[in-house]
Nanobody, 125 residues
Framework: QVQLVESGGGLVQAGTSLRLSCAASGRTFSTYIMGWFRQAPGKEREFVAAINWSGKSTYYADSVKGRFTISRNSAKTTVYLQMNSLQPEDAAVYYC??????????????????WGQGTQVTVSS
């Protein structure tokens, strides 16, 4: 049973930071590309960031570049999303996802095989 569990969401003020975590279990995720997506009410799910298996390759949406950082622990069991300078437009449900099939990062949600249940991030102005 593949399982991704996100944590770390919450309510914060604009300009502050949050760190999201995604714990992976049930499979060897060490070779998977891991990504973060988000979905705000009434909007489509959008790509935020992704990291390859080694951690040496990352990719960010333009909207978060320079503010968010994706990383994974050495055991390749947990992926993090450090979010700095949060703005009200960053408010959404954030989802962790795993791509088991590809060697290169995709920004398309359909490329990812496994998904977490999501964690809510709310940013007050």
């Amino acid at each position: 049973q593949v399982q991704l569990v996100e944590s770390g969401g919450g309510l914060v003020q604009a300009g502050t930071s949050l760190r999201l975590s995604c714990a992976a279990s049930g499979r060897t995720f060490s070779t998977y590309i891991m990504g973060w997506f988000r979905q705000a009410p009434g909007k489509e799910r959008e790509f935020v960031a992704a990291i390859n298996w080694s951690g040496k390759s990352t990719y960010y949406a333009d909207s978060v570049k320079g503010r968010f950082t994706i990383s994974r622990n050495s055991a390749k069991t947990t992926v993090y999303l450090q979010m700095n300078s949060l703005q009200p437009e960053d408010a959404a449900v954030y989802y962790c996802a795993a791509d088991a099939a590809r060697d290169t990062i995709s920004t398309t949600a359909r490329a990812y095989d496994h998904w977490g249940q999501g964690t809510q991030v709310t940013v007050s102005s």
